[in-house]
T-cell receptor
Framework: EADIYQTPRYLVIGTGKKITLECSQTMGHDKMYWYQQDPGMELHLIHYSYGVNSTEKGDLSSESTVSRIRTEHFPLTLESARPSHTSQYLC???????????FGQGTRLTVV | EDQVTQSPEALRLQEGESSSLNCSYTVSGLRGLFWYRQDPGKGPEFLFTLYSAGEEKEKERLKATLTKKESFLHITAPKPEDSATYLCAVLPSGTYKYIFGTGTRLKVLA
């Protein structure tokens, strides 16, 4: 069973607020990912990391930022939330050489 | 361009009615192909990894197969609890960025 955790599970926040979505994994995986997914729609990669101090933007333009100071922790920050940021955010991790990615339960963000 | 196409978009089955979901892919080189199950409002749950043509994996009522151009997820005698969206993803050679399909929404009726 995958040990990857996201908090909070649900978040309703006002426009203009700064928010940080947390993602932690206890598997020692070096690669971590953030995806955005609207209901019934496909996953879009917004950030990924190959290891500590390594982060890259994904294929979907995003106003969020990420950091990877520790192997197990990959938080995503929105400096100023807008209604267009309303979506589900999924964190995932994978191990070098194995291939399969494991996902957290997601954070459902609503910006009002 | 690397891409993944899943079909059908949606599928309704009667309980016990076996069927197959398709995942067609185009990649310059395949590191691996992955199947996931996703329930509404939750993260995808890993099911199978397939690495080379001819490979097969089984888990309960699910069986995944792989050819050089596509993968099938066979569902034998499905039950209502198998209702979910099934996602296919590929990992091209030389990268660790996954390419996901849009999924097949499966509904199994009692």
């Amino acid at each position: 069973e995958a040990d990857i955790y996201q908090t909070p599970r649900y978040l309703v926040i006002g426009t203009g607020k700064k928010i940080t979505l947390e993602c932690s994994q206890t598997m020692g995986h070096d690669k971590m990912y953030w995806y955005q997914q609207d209901p019934g729609m496909e996953l879009h990669l917004i950030h990924y990391s190959y290891g500590v101090n390594s982060t890259e933007k994904g294929d979907l333009s995003s106003e969020s930022t990420v950091s990877r100071i520790r192997t197990e922790h990959f938080p995503l920050t929105l400096e100023s939330a807008r209604p267009s940021h309303t979506s589900q955010y999924l964190c995932a991790s994978s191990e070098r050489g194995r291939g399969e990615a494991f996902f957290g339960q997601g954070t459902r963000l609503t910006v009002v | 361009e690397d891409q993944v196409t899943q079909s059908p978009e949606a599928l309704r089955l009667q309980e016990g009615e076996s069927s197959s979901l398709n995942c067609s892919y185009t990649v310059s080189g395949l590191r691996g192909l992955f199947w996931y199950r996703q329930d509404p409002g939750k993260g995808p749950e890993f099911l199978f990894t397939l690495y080379s043509a001819g490979e097969e994996k089984e888990k309960e009522r699910l069986k995944a197969t792989l050819t050089k151009k596509e993968s099938f997820l066979h569902i034998t005698a499905p039950k209502p609890e198998d209702s979910a969206t099934y996602l296919c993803a590929v990992l091209p050679s030389g990268t660790y960025k996954y390419i996901f399909g849009t999924g097949t929404r499966l509904k199994v009726l009692a």
